[in-house]
Structure formats: C-alpha cells, structure tokens
C-alpha cells in the first residue's frame, strides 16, 4: 500500500468505527450519540456528559460541563454576598447601624472640646510670659510667635 494512502484508510476505519459507535446502543454504563462535532457520551450512572473526537489518530472524550447548573450555582453565590454587603453596609462593620449624634452629644462633645483649648490657650499665655523681656526696656521685641 502507498505511504500517502495509509494515513487515509486509517483515518476511514477511525470515523468507520465512530459511525459504528453513533448508531449502534451502547449496553452496559455509557450511552454514545453522533453529534456536528463528535459523540457525544453519556455516563448513565453518574449523568455526566463527555464529548468525544478524534485527534491525531487518537480519540479523546473531554468532560462537558453543565452550563446551566454551573452557572445557578455562580448566581446563588453572587446573590449571597450581595445580600452580605449590603447588610454589612447598612448596619455598620460589626452589624450595629450608624445614627447621627443628637443634640445633647453635640453639646457634651463641644463642652469638652472648648475645655481643652482653654487649657491649651492657658499653657500657651504661660509660655509667652515666661519668655518676655523685663519690662524697663523700651526695646521693641520681635514675638516669637
């Protein structure tokens, strides 16, 4: 036989015997069926799909993910921390909401700020009388200021 035709009737026999596949039922575990782009395998114990080809003289079955349950799954974990987010998101990061201070806060909290710059304004008047000059000389003294 030629060596070009060799790969020819090797290749035949392969598609003859993916045709034989294609039509015949397949007892026992798999079920096959002919499909545009290969056959199509079903795994009748599990429900898993495969597609088998035939590449490079060899067949290769790839597993066929399940679109639609694949993507429900991705959509209920979507959903779940959407739903987290907002919650975290109106209640706060440790789950308590936030409010604005009422008015008796507002007081309190500038109560206590006033008292604070009173204090430092005081400390500050003591540090600027310590560093004057005495008070005979009619000297004008830069402020340090």
Do not use: H, W
């Not at 790969?7 to 002919?34: D, I, N, S």
């Not at 114990?45 to 597609?51: A, P, R, Y």
């Amino acid at each position: 036989m030629n060596r070009m035709l060799m790969p020819v009737v090797t290749l035949g026999g392969v598609f003859a015997a993916f045709a034989a596949l294609a039509q015949e039922p397949a007892p026992g575990r798999y079920a096959m069926q002919k499909t545009d782009s290969g056959i199509a395998r079903l795994d009748t114990q599990t429900g898993e799909v495969s597609l088998c080809q035939e590449k490079n003289g060899d067949i290769v079955c790839r597993m066929a993910a399940d679109e639609r349950t694949a993507f429900e799954l991705e959509l209920d974990l979507l959903t779940k921390r959407v739903e987290t987010l907002e919650k975290t998101a109106s209640e706060g990061p440790l789950g308590i909401k936030p409010r604005l201070p009422t008015k008796e806060e507002i007081d309190q909290t500038m109560g206590v700020m006033e008292r604070m710059m009173r204090s430092f304004m005081g400390i500050v008047k003591d540090l600027e009388s310590e560093e004057k000059p005495p008070s005979d000389k009619t000297e004008d003294v830069p402020q340090k200021t």
